[in-house]
């Protein structure tokens, strides 16, 4: 079973993912990290190499593609970016047997977690400003606005306000587990109806 993981930046995607991993037992992987190993850089070098972000995606999707083509994926927990429910990742996705999980926080629980990486990819030490903090909150809140049409396409939704990692994993489980016996039911039923 592959499930992906989605949700903003820095909502924890690749801390619950990995933790979600290691309680299912299967692999774990962060596509941003699959797409500098695939192509040999950063993403941030990658980026700049195009005009426009869906360029970008069309390019990296190549890595996405790359990725579920190993045997190893196709029993995984798989972080994609906040963008990986749109145009070229969903593509990928839709063609892949998956199940699609989106992680929800509030605004203000994510600025806390927010990273700051240099432009290859190593973490940068940063103290914000109160300005700064206001500047990222808003700049979160819209990218939680922005996203969260294309998010509706997840199996999944999960709010993990108030948890922390463990928990939210456990949350996760909990969710994926009542999805998959809904899934069943719903598959029991349909069988039962051609039965007759």
């Known amino acids: 079973m ?3 993981i ?11 993912g ?18 500098e190993t695939f192509f040999s850089t950063s993403i941030e070098i990658l980026q ?12 990296a999707s190549k890595a996405f593609i790359h990725l579920l083509n190993q045997k190893e994926s196709e029993n995984a927990v798989i972080s994609i970016p906040p963008s990986g429910l749109m145009s070229y990742y969903w593509r990928v996705v839709k063609k892949s047997d998956g199940i699609t999980i989106v992680l929800f926080d509030k605004a203000e629980n ?5 990273t700051f990486y240099d432009k290859h990819s190593n ?10 903090r206001m500047f990222y909150l808003k700049e979160i809140k819209k990218d939680m606005a922005y996203f969260r049409t294309s998010y509706i396409r997840a199996n ?3 709010d993990i306000s108030g948890l922390d990692i463990v928990q939210s994993s456990l949350k996760v489980k909990e969710e994926l587990e009542t999805y998959c016996r809904k899934v069943e039911r ?3 039923f349909k069988r039962s109806k051609l039965a007759r």
């Open 2 to 4: 592959r499930l992906f």
């Open 6 to 16: 989605s949700g903003v930046s820095c909502v924890g995607k690749t801390a619950i």
């Open 18 to 35: 990995s933790t979600l991993a290691e309680l299912l037992d299967c692999k774990f992987y962060d596509l941003d990290e699959e797409i």
């Open 48 to 59: 700049n190499k195009f005009l426009t972000m869906a360029s970008f995606r069309k390019e």
């Open 110 to 114: 994510i600025l806390k977690r927010v």
């Open 123 to 132: 973490r940068i030490q940063k103290t914000l400003s109160k300005e700064e």
């Open 156 to 158: 999944i939704w999960v």
């Open 186 to 188: 719903s598959k029991v």
